[in-house]
């Protein structure tokens, strides 16, 4: 038979038992959540910059050419978020004295990532959406949106390294010839970052990005060094790599663009 006396026997053993309990799972449940983890902040906040970046380069006589890079950076950082604004312009046009100028180049490109920061310093969620109008790629336009895990593993007062990667989709609208060009189709994206910031203000950028489909990839990487001239005006070499693995039979699967432009800090 069941022995009455064990009862208050067994309240005692838990009573006493309790505390004990309590401070192992305290203990273990900082081990796994890393409950000793700041939240994600940086030394400004909040903080806004933005710079405008132009490059402009004009043929006249024997050959008569146009050439416009232009292009706008913006970085918004808050408690909860980091976010990141680009967009870019480009045009070029040539032509001879006797010939009419003809347009060998037309690009508009738009971007935008929104990283949530969690508790943990430097994880982050993010969302990612872009917007390219390129008429010597045989699409119209195309468009894609990714969303997924985003790390910024350092940053102090020389350089920061950051990467992302997720899920995503892309939305493509070919040219009426180009009908057998991949449409619509799920990605997986990814991308990484690295600045370098020397003690007389020269800055070293490089990205790399990449999106895969079933059918096509798409990769992007740019290099660029900047150094001041006077108060918030710098000077800025870009080199930048596009490659697909799937393009028109007149299209190369590689491009390269190299430039020289002013760039002005506004914030």
């Known amino acids: ?34 409950a000793d983890f700041t939240p994600d ?10 710079d405008g970046e132009l490059g402009v380069l004009l043929n006249s006589g024997n050959t008569s050419a146009a050439s ?18 680009f967009a870019e ?13 003809e347009v060998s180049a037309q690009r508009f490109y738009t971007s935008a990532q929104f990283d949530y920061k969690l508790v943990a310093n430097g994880r982050r969620l993010f969302m990612y959406g872009d917007y390219e109008d390129d008429k010597f790629t045989g699409y119209d336009h195309r468009a894609s949106l990714a969303a997924g895990w985003s790390q910024r593993l350092w940053r102090n007062e020389d350089s ?7 899920p995503g989709y892309t939305f493509i609208q070919a040219e009426e010839d180009n009908d057998n060009l991949v449409n619509d189709g799920i990605i997986v994206r990814a991308s ?5 910031r020397w003690s007389s203000g020269a ?19 740019e290099t660029s060094l900047s150094a001041n001239v006077f108060g918030s005006l710098a ?13 028109a039979e007149d299209v190369e699967p590689l491009s390269t663009e190299t430039s020289v432009a002013l760039v002005y800090q506004f914030f």
């Open 89 to 101: 312009l480009l045009y070029k046009e040539s032509g001879t004295a006797t010939t009419n100028r």
């Open 1 to 34: 038979m069941f022995n009455k006396k064990f009862i208050p026997r067994l309240v005692v053993c838990l009573v006493s038992f309790c505390p004990v309990f309590s401070l192992q799972a305290k203990d273990l449940i900082q081990t796994l959540y890393h």
């Open 203 to 221: 800055k070293l950028r490089q990205f790399v990005s990449t999106e895969a489909g079933e059918e096509n990839t798409k990769s992007r990487s």
């Open 235 to 247: 000077m800025k070499l870009s080199f930048i790599l596009n490659h697909e693995t799937d393009t």
């Open 160 to 166: 920061e390294f950051r990467y992302s990667i997720g």
């Open 41 to 50: 902040t940086d030394d400004e906040i909040p903080r806004f910059s933005l």
């Open 192 to 196: 990484a970052e690295y600045r370098y």
């Open 68 to 85: 416009i890079k232009a292009a706008v950076n913006a970085d918004h950082e808050t408690q909860q978020w980091s976010s990141l604004y």
